[in-house]
């Protein structure tokens, strides 16, 4: 089991950063892989990035590709999404997800966070 707990969201003007966290209980969380998503309203999941057990290799949606970036500190069960130059179409709930492969999938994820609120607006 898996408890995953989201932080890091907030009011951003358009070309602005955050950067989200992700902490994980357990003592397990180093052999997940783990994911980021968002939902805005009225729309469905999206994928945003992934990144494997040892985060040697990740992958993200086109549409944040050169703007984000997935990293993990295992040490600290925690994983990151900094995200710069915000648009206002980034605004969404943001989740994190652990899994047992890296996928784009939200049906390959195990467990969820309850999610954080990012929007971008001037």
């Known amino acids: 089991q898996v408890q995953l707990v989201e932080s890091g969201g907030g009011l951003v003007q358009p070309g602005g950063c955050l950067r989200l966290?992700?902490?994980?209980?357990?003592?397990?969380?180093?052999?997940?892989?783990m994911g980021w998503f968002r939902q805005a309203p009225g729309k469905e999941r999206e994928f945003v990035a992934a990144i494997t057990p040892s985060g040697g290799y990740t992958d993200y949606a086109d549409s944040v590709k050169g703007r984000f970036t997935i990293s993990r500190d295992n040490a600290k069960n925690t994983v990151y999404l900094q995200m710069n130059s915000l648009k206002p179409e980034d605004t969404a709930v943001y989740y994190c997800a652990a899994g047992r492969v890296i996928a784009a999938s939200p049906v390959s994820y195990d467990y969820w966070g309850q999610g954080t609120q990012v929007t971008v607006s001037s």
């Open positions: 966290s992700c902490a994980a209980s357990g003592r397990t969380f180093s052999s997940y892989a």
